[in-house]
């Protein structure tokens, strides 16, 4: 025990932290995922020991370990390598780098968060405060040994210190250039919705003889003296840091009080209104109840208000979101199912699911005319949504040639540019 572990911690040593982090990297190699090791290191933890004294000092460090062991992955790797350096390692982060690097981040925030919090440990009753820097190194794969990534890990932790503690660091300088547009963004979103920024946009959708059937809402962020910023920038970020929550929020009471700002004209009062729903807003323990209440707040009729969800949203715990689906179609609200044909599109489940409408995705639409991989893929999502009776829409509709073959095939629905682009509801007017 004692060759692996460190008696006063109780955590993994040097030793059977170099033997885990070996095995990460050939796992790693294996499934080509990435993984992190992150040192850490008190700032002024020599202070304390010469102060108060050694025994204070061991009450920190074992502290800290506990506060590191709860802030982490069960099957994550907290070890320490000595004095009050701390060395965590996790894998499985996924194939992608960048999401792999805020993964990492987000985690290293969250335990120099909770190591900043006091500690009571000195021998006079008062709580000490400590903080910690951090440095981070992703590895992928069996590139480096174990001593390089311990060295590059080193390296960023180095620069943490030289940034002032209390700080993280990432070895790769593009890696953190990265993380640090994320975190302007983080917090130029969190001011967003303050401060109004957010504005949804509403693009035709159309049936086969032309006529105006609604529209969807497509959310803009139009920050102060800058240009606009994409929904595909800002929503991931949104996702991972918990923001779509209000934001998701925001968006379908906007979309309520538009429609009742329409039932109102006679012209516009049968047109619905699709939003698009991120997963995670939709597994929000309260969401049926966010539905319910704007509808009711803002006087809407439900069965103008459509949601659009996507595969990977329904996919994760089937059955919860059968039962979640059936409570908000209660309410009279309907349901399309976004982006299909680019998720595993699984017609076992498909059929269980209260759909009222199926998407086809752009990425079908834009070469069904010359590629006939996606031609044919276009007719089956039809003639399936036909038989499971559910209306049928294609998005990203920019030429005749894409209508003529989609309402051959028996489409029924369209949204596109060739019908127009999704624009603030001034111009609707
Ligand atoms: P989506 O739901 O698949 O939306 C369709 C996207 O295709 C929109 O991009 C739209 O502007 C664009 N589009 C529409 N017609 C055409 C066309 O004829 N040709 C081409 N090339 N593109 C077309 P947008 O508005 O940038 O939105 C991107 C994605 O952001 C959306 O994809 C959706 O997943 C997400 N998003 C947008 N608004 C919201 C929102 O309020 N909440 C959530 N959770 N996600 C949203
Ligand atoms: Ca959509
Ligand atoms: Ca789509």
Redesign the pocket.
Known sequence: YLAYFDSLTNLPNRRLLMDRLGQALIASHRTQEFGFVMILDLDNFKVLNDTQGHDVGDRLLIEVAQRLLGNIRQEDTVSRLGGDEYVMMAENLGTDQISAANQAEMIAEKIRHALNQPYAISHTGQAHHSTSSIGVALFCGQALSVDDLLKQADVALYQAKGAGRNAIRFFNPEMQAAIDARSAMEVALRNALKQDEFQ??Y?PQIDQDGRLTGA?????WLPANQAPV???QF?PL??DTGL?IP??LW?MQTACAQLKAWAESTQTRDLQIA????AR?FRQPDFVEQVRASLEHFGANPALLKL?L?ESAVLENVEEVIGRMREIKALGVVFSL??FGTGFSSLSYLKRLPLDQV?I??SF??DVNSDPNDAAIVRAIIAMSQSLGMQVIA????TEAQLGFLKDSGCTNF????FG??MPIVEWN
């Open positions: 949804l946009f693009q969807e809402a497509l959310l803009r994409s929904p595909a929503i949104a996702e779509i934001m998701g968006v939003i698009n729903v991120s807003q659009e996507t976004d982006d998407k995705d752009q639409v834009r998005e990203g509709v920019e949204q596109g540019y060739l682009k999704p």
